[in-house]
């Protein structure tokens, strides 16, 4: 069974800097992608950085040249570092991998537990 584990959260500053680390365990097949969502209290989770099978990376506009996803040469592990930070970063922010890499369905993802990032101004 595949299981996501994720670590960096905490609290910064607004211009501050947070790195966020996923690692990915249990997975046994040899294709897989993985992405960084958010999600505030009463709102859909939202995509912030996904990667696809080619390494090309899709990031949210509100985080394009903030934020960057960076994988691991052993494919387990996605990092976000994320550089100036603004309040309205602050969230819960969710590790996620797919399988098939088409980042459709949302109920076919594995998602890890989620950590707290909060920004102050």
């Known amino acids: 069974q595949v299981h996501l584990t994720e670590s960096g959260g905490g609290s910064v500053e607004a211009g501050g800097s947070l790195r966020l680390s996923c690692v990915a365990s249990?997975?046994?097949?040899?294709?897989?992608?993985m992405g960084w969502f958010r999600q505030d209290p009463g709102k859909e989770r939202e995509a912030v950085a996904y990667?696809?099978?080619?390494?090309?990376?899709v990031y949210a506009d509100s985080v394009k040249g903030r934020f960057t996803a960076v994988r691991d040469s052993g494919r387990n592990t996605l990092s976000l570092q994320m550089n100036s930070l603004k309040p309205e970063d602050s969230s819960l922010y969710y590790c996620?991998?797919?399988?098939?890499?088409?980042?459709?369905?949302?109920?076919?993802?594995?998602w890890g537990q989620g950590t707290q990032v909060t920004v102050s101004s």
């Open positions: 249990g997975y046994k097949g040899s294709h897989h992608c």
């Open positions: 990667m696809y099978a080619t390494g090309n990376i």
């Open positions: 996620a991998l797919h399988t098939i890499c088409t980042w459709k369905d949302r109920q076919s993802y594995v």
